[in-house]
């Protein structure tokens, strides 16, 4: 056990290291996404808005990842919430259950994507505008927030797409934090990353080399989506950049 926390003690006083040497000014406008080029520079992501449709690649081994919200949610009566009902009644549905219930796999924080569990996250084209080469750790970002008193592990979300010629695509799954860079979550195309606090009014994200394959990404805060529409900062990671 003492192995295990010295481990993650020093993993953590590596992260906090890595943070105070990035010196790239906080960006200027809120839920603006900056991607890191070096310690110094940055670059803007683009941010496109993706719509909220049917699922069209059901995958029955990405079930167990959300059973464990779907059991609870079945207690609000908002199973299938995402193809019927309001979603005032859906976010009060699901406020109800994280209240009344003690399963501590609802999230702490409901989100407006509450009402698209299950759904595809839906973006034109194939590619992003943007490729982001990764360096030797991985890729940063600095994001502007209203405020980040808030734990970003919350949220946001790092999704991998699936793509084809005419757009991007990926399932909305709720399930926590924690769960993140399992088998099961890699699987359905959600990223591992950590985040912390960066300057007065941003987040510093980080997305270790192991977590990049090639591919089309995006970076969605759950917070500011309606039920029809999500804004997603994307970039690519190019081929012959794979770490």
Known sequence: MKKIFFVASLFVAMVSASAQDVCVPEPEFVNSYFVLTSDSTSQLLPKEMGTIGAHTNKVKKYSKIVSKFADVAGSAGIVGMSMAGSSSGI???????????????????????????????????????????????????????????????????????????????????????????????????????????????????????????????????????????VPVGTFSVPNNNKN
């Open 91 to 229: 976010l009060a549905g699901l406020k109800t259950a994280s209240t009344a219930s003690s399963v501590g796999t609802v999230a702490e924080t409901t989100n407006a994507l509450a009402g698209s569990n299950g759904m595809d996250i839906i973006l034109d084209k194939g590619k992003s505008d943007y490729q982001a080469v990764p360096d030797s750790s991985g890729l940063r970002f600095v994001i502007r927030v209203e405020s980040n008193e808030y734990d970003p592990m919350d949220c946001y979300r790092i999704v991998r797409f699936k793509t084809s010629k005419k757009e991007r695509r990926i399932q909305w799954l709720e399930f926590e934090a924690d769960l993140l860079g399992t088998e099961d979550a890699q699987d359905a195309g959600y990223v591992g990353f950590t985040a912390h606090k960066y300057g007065e009014q941003s987040y510093l994200l980080n997305i270790p080399s192991e977590e990049l394959t090639p591919g089309e990404y995006g970076i969605i805060l759950t917070t500011i989506a309606s039920p029809t529409f």
